[in-house]
């Protein structure tokens, strides 16, 4: 499909377990981001990605939590030893990246159910 | 970054105009301004963004006041289906960075 795609739709864990979900943007966008949502709140900044680097990671709740990209292309968001506060819709978005006020395209996100 | 701050929430009767604000008193001269929304179990949607003039698209209009402060989201005939939280953020040219605040919930009367 044309739209960002992120896998898998929905993830269930056991506390302690790692978790890797993974993000699909649209071809050719350089820009990646990465939100976390709690059930009933706002959008919470996690990472961006220009390109492969990283200029902004201050939105990551702790160590447990890391990104990569890729290829300028698929990124992923691991988060080693799960506690139940990770648990969440984490949204995925892309944009071209040009600077210029274009607008990101959200996936239909990940829910991370941790028990 | 540069804050917005909008009302937690608002309602408006189906089919008539609906102005949602925003102030953005620290708005840089780099600074664009962008409107998302997020309708119920779904992922952002963007509506539009400015940059100094009032802009229109087939969503909304925007309308930026002439020192930049504030801006007004205008849906021009609200229906059901528009019934989202609304997003004002501002997004500097150049960097790439993305950051939501609470947004407004609105919600429309049939």
């Known amino acids: 499909g044309a739209g960002v795609s992120q896998s898998p739709s929905n993830k269930v864990t056991e506390k302690g377990k790692d978790v890797e979900l993974r993000c699909d943007p649209i071809?050719?966008?350089?820009?990646l981001y990465w939100y976390r949502q709690r059930l009933g709140q706002g959008l919470e900044f996690l990472i961006y990605?220009?390109?492969?680097?990283?200029?902004?990671k201050s939105g990551l709740p702790s160590d447990r939590f890391s990104a990569e990209r890729t290829g300028e292309s698929v990124s992923t968001l691991t988060i080693q030893r799960t506690q139940q506060e990770d648990s969440a819709v984490y949204l995925c978005?892309?944009?071209?990246?040009?600077?210029?006020?274009?607008?990101?395209?959200f996936g239909q996100g990940t829910r991370l159910t941790v028990v | 970054d540069a804050k917005t701050t909008q009302p937690n929430s608002m309602e408006s009767n189906e089919e008539e105009p609906v102005h949602l604000p925003c102030n953005h008193s620290t708005i840089s001269g780099t600074d664009y301004i962008h409107w998302y929304r997020q309708l119920p179990s779904q992922g952002p949607e963007y509506v539009i963004h400015?940059?100094?003039s009032n802009v229109n698209n087939r969503m909304a209009s925007l309308a930026i006041a002439e020192d930049r402060k504030s801006s007004t989201l205008i849906l021009h005939r609200a229906t059901l289906r528009d019934a989202a939280v609304y997003y004002c953020?501002?997004?500097?040219?150049?960097?790439?960075?993305?950051?939501f605040g609470t947004g407004t919930r609105l919600t429309i009367i049939p």
């Open positions: 990605f220009q390109g492969n680097s990283a200029p902004d």
């Open positions: 071809s050719g966008h350089t820009a």
């Open positions: 400015g940059l100094t």
């Open positions: 978005a892309s944009s071209p990246g040009t600077g210029d006020g274009t607008e990101a395209f």
């Open positions: 953020i501002l997004k500097n040219f150049g960097n790439e960075k993305l950051t």
